[in-house]
């Protein structure tokens, strides 16, 4: 949703603005969606969402919470990775739905949807209607945070969809593959966001103390 300052503050003060804040892990989207809740918007957290439809396969395994559909979805070198990633996605894919019914058919309020990192894994679909129905803010991580992932990944690897870019090669190991195929995720991940957003924050632009009103303004200066 391309928006004007303008028609940015006109959308805020009907009560009718929202928001999509997307972008890597650790970038601060729950961070700042929870800070917008105080200035009146709805928070709405997808991954609290998905984890609450996955909660009755998850118990079956005696699972909970969202770092339980980690552990559930496995890795992508295991048997039940495939399955269980499409599972996942299958499940965004409908919270995703549900959101934009409620936004088009409920009293208006002002929304920040808190979107998972996979959102650009659900399809060309998912994203127009994402950008129909929201102003989509990418909080881009800078080089040296994509570095500080990669090694805390390779340290510890956490299941993370993937979509269709494991690709193991002959004689390589499955941390090889991860290694290797992780780095690439980032890098897809990173075009696919910017191909998303109405707006592009880098993450250098967030002051250490910034508060709530600023980060706002900020995405109202960034138009």
Known sequence: MKLSKSKFEQLFE?????????????????????????????????????EKKL???LKKFKYSG???????????????????????????KEIMKDIFIQ????????TVIDTTGSVVHTGKNMRVKLMRYSLIVYIRANQNMKEKMF?????KPKPVVFG????????????????????????LRSVLYSQYADVIIPIGSIKKNMNVNQFFSLIKQSL
């Open 14 to 50: 009907e009560n009718r603005l929202v928001i999509s804040l997307i972008g890597m892990s650790n970038t601060g989207k729950t961070h700042w969606s929870k800070k917008l809740h105080d200035l009146g918007f709805k928070h709405i957290n997808c991954d609290d969402l998905i």
């Open 151 to 155: 090694n805390q990944y390779i340290k």
């Open 103 to 110: 936004i088009k058919n409920k009293k208006p309020r002002n």
């Open 66 to 92: 969202i770092e339980d559909v980690s552990h559930w979805m496995g890795q992508p070198y295991d048997d039940r990775y495939v399955a269980n990633q499409q599972k996942y996605l299958s499940i965004e």
């Open 164 to 187: 269709n870019i494991f690709n193991p090669k002959q004689n390589e190991t499955a941390r090889q593959t991860l290694k290797r195929c992780y780095r690439k995720l980032l890098n």
């Open 55 to 57: 909660s009755p396969i």
